[in-house]
């Protein structure tokens, strides 16, 4: 699970609001189990998630007050994914320093990614405190678990796809529940504390969902479109897992370079800078990042559509202006 | 962590209805995630959380419908948490077949215990349809969330005590956070559910946590007191963990033989048998034995004394059963 930290769309307003939250809970010098936690927590990503919750809940007439520990159980569980992610993945970075697993060690990584979890259902529950009725509470709480479970299964089904070609519209429902998913614990949590009908919460979950798909795609991109400066992140290619770009690419490919592409998954214990370099060649020379961008396109235009049932105001501009060419896709 | 096994106070009549639930939500041939929640859950341990959970539910006033998707909570998170132990602990072996991550890797069993904490927390949600006022739901939800998070708290400060020793009260403070929050956990969410007032969630508060302390005593003098039959587990000796029975024989033991069980827990490359077999007779020549039951003993009193401001009837007797000696502990 890749951060969601699109410098464009932070909100100084909502994320300044949301760390300091943050800060009163997990105060710098915090020991045990709260020391991996506010690790991973601190320093902050741009609060992508949080913001959408927040957005979604104004959006639907919800109020700041009541989803505020909302956003911080969010931020919450999406770190405690990304430190297990970690992990699993072999990333020794993350947000700038060193993973946690790094640092604290691998057992103590696992208890601090649970540990995140809990303090975000916690956190979840702390919203009727906040003035939150307790069925919405109890509503957000079906939507929160449930979008963890769906991510989850996602991550289970990329581990066994890895090192192998997968078809296309299996690669695409496998990131609508990894990164839709993701996107729909946001939305879907602050929409229900917001006080959304079915109609809303239906249109935030079509948006959350294509929106996913399309971030995801562009995360699948940065390796080989120079979106990122710097080094480029070749965590999946290391991994031998196929994104987008390389599904597309291969699909267009003739077969003998098909079947060098397959290697270069297949063979994990090659080099990865080496079968970074090669996978790049034959991404670009089968268009694999113009087609990748093409479907990011649909799903983009999906998302945008599936507001239009939303209350319109400036919370469902804020959304709608994540569509916008060049912000979150 | 682990499993609540005590054959002693099974309730076939509950164990039988949380089973069926459980084979009902992830029957046979289930696939993904479900596949390894499964796995977990199946075979079945002794189901002794959810008894807790059902029987404190009951002590109050609730009624079985309500409790019962909590109670398929309450084993989801405990076999998450074990899964997740099990990879910590490297053991291997749990409830008699081979460890989760054993047979799926470590990868996913990671993301497989995640899956049962979702879970956990998708069928606590469920309370609600099962016909439990939101409120109790919410408040349930704060429980099981900080019970959760004592657990973690307790996991990492263990992580960090091992292979040296720690003062007694230190080891204690650890054991009521790691096995009464276990049970409290069952305890404090049945109770939610079943509309306890304060005075009754803290009867059951005193009561699951000095509870879990003598249990946890119970689980530590298992491979020095021969209550096990075959293989003692040594996990604790392999790990170099200091349990009660260590730390109270350290205590009563000349300089020269404490020198000796700091070797035995320091030195985990050397072969664990023989290191069991050489802390086995530093326990048994120091009274570690007899010194921890000791301990256990006030602490089972302590939980019987906690349950008389709970209603009297056959559920507060049914709890109170469990500190009969040769139940539970």
Redesign the interface.
């Known amino acids: 699970m890749t951060d969601i930290d699109v410098p464009q769309v932070a909100d100084p307003e909502v994320a300044a609001m949301v760390r300091a939250e943050v800060e009163g809970r997990w105060p710098l010098g915090v020991s045990?189990?709260?020391?991996?936690v506010r690790y991973g927590l601190v320093p902050f990503g741009k609060m992508m998630g949080p913001w959408l919750l927040i957005r979604s809940s104004l959006a639907v007439g919800g109020d700041l007050a009541t989803a505020l520990p909302a956003a911080v159980a969010l931020e919450c569980v999406q770190v405690g994914?990304m430190m297990?992610d970690d992990?699993?993945d072999s990333d020794t970075q993350r947000r700038g320093k060193p993973a946690a697993h790094s640092v604290f060690?691998r057992?103590?990584a696992?208890?601090?990614?649970?540990?995140l979890?809990?303090?975000?259902?916690?956190a979840?529950?702390?919203c009727?405190q906040a003035g939150a009725?307790?069925?919405r509470?109890?509503?957000a709480?079906?939507i929160?678990?449930?979008a963890?479970?769906r991510i989850?299964?996602a991550?289970?089904?990329e581990?066994r796809m890895s090192r192998e070609i997968c078809p296309v519209p299996s690669y695409l429902d496998m990131i609508a529940d990894k990164s839709g998913a993701l996107l729909w614990m946001a939305c879907g949590v602050g929409g229900a504390l917001g006080g959304a009908d079915d109609t809303a919460l239906q249109a935030l979950s079509r948006y959350s969902d294509q929106l996913g798909i399309a971030y995801q795609i562009r995360d699948d991109l940065m390796p080989y479109d120079g979106t990122r400066a710097g080094k480029p992140n070749i965590s999946d290619v290391r991994n031998g897992r196929p994104t987008l770009p390389v599904l597309l690419a291969h699909a267009r490919a003739p077969r003998a370079e098909q079947q060098h592409i397959e290697r270069l998954l297949a063979d994990t214990a090659a080099p990865a800078a080496e079968r970074y370099a090669a996978m790049s060649d034959l991404v670009h020379a089968h268009d694999g990042v113009q087609a990748a961008r093409e479907v990011s396109h649909r799903h983009v235009q999906q998302a945008t559509a599936a507001l239009e049932t939303l209350p319109p105001g400036p919370h469902r501009d804020a959304l709608e202006d994540l569509t916008v060419p060049g912000r979150l896709v």
């Open positions: 045990g189990l709260d020391e991996v994914a297990h992990i699993i060690g057992q103590s696992i208890v601090g990614g649970d540990g979890f809990f303090h975000g259902f916690a979840l529950s702390e009727r009725p307790a069925d509470v109890a509503q709480l079906a929160l678990s449930r963890g479970l989850g299964d991550a289970i089904r581990i």
